[in-house]
């Protein structure tokens, strides 16, 4: 499975930007994708995840309300949205897929549990 991170850039404070994660090379509607970001010095840390349908979602504390995520199985595509931007966002984000259907990874944002990974996407926020 390859996975393709797109869409970052330089936004103001309370901005938007849509980041995109292409897949490819596997079966995408069965995996659960999740997103993580890491900050300079930091961990990289749970954004958000979403089923295979796109019927279950989950997001970190600290985006909830701002980001939202969203899937095209027919695009082999996973969009997060995101609102409100702070600061604070700024970070490297990377797309994830689990394989195995993890329930850690859904609904807890394990991210041992996410076994393919995409390269970053830079999202800056100016304030």
């Known amino acids: 499975v390859q996975l393709q991170a797109s869409g970052g850039g330089l936004v103001q404070d309370g901005g938007f930007l849509r980041l995109s994660c292409a897949a490819s090379g596997g079966t995408f509607s069965r995996y659960t994708m999740g997103w993580f970001r890491q900050g300079p010095g930091k961990e990289r840390v749970f954004v958000s995840a979403?089923?295979?349908?796109?019927?279950?979602?989950s997001y970190a504390d600290s985006v909830k309300g701002r980001f939202t995520i969203s899937r095209d199985n027919a695009k082999n595509t996973v969009y997060p949205e995101m609102n409100s931007l702070k600061p604070e966002d700024t970070a490297a984000y990377y797309c994830?897929?689990?394989?195995?259907?993890?329930?850690?990874?859904?609904?807890?944002?394990?991210?041992?549990?996410?076994?393919?990974w995409g390269q970053g996407t830079q999202v800056t926020v100016s304030s």
């Open positions: 994830a897929a689990d394989t195995h259907l993890s329930s850690g990874a859904l609904y807890r944002g394990v991210r041992e549990q996410y076994d393919y």
């Open positions: 979403i089923g295979r349908t796109g019927g279950t979602t």
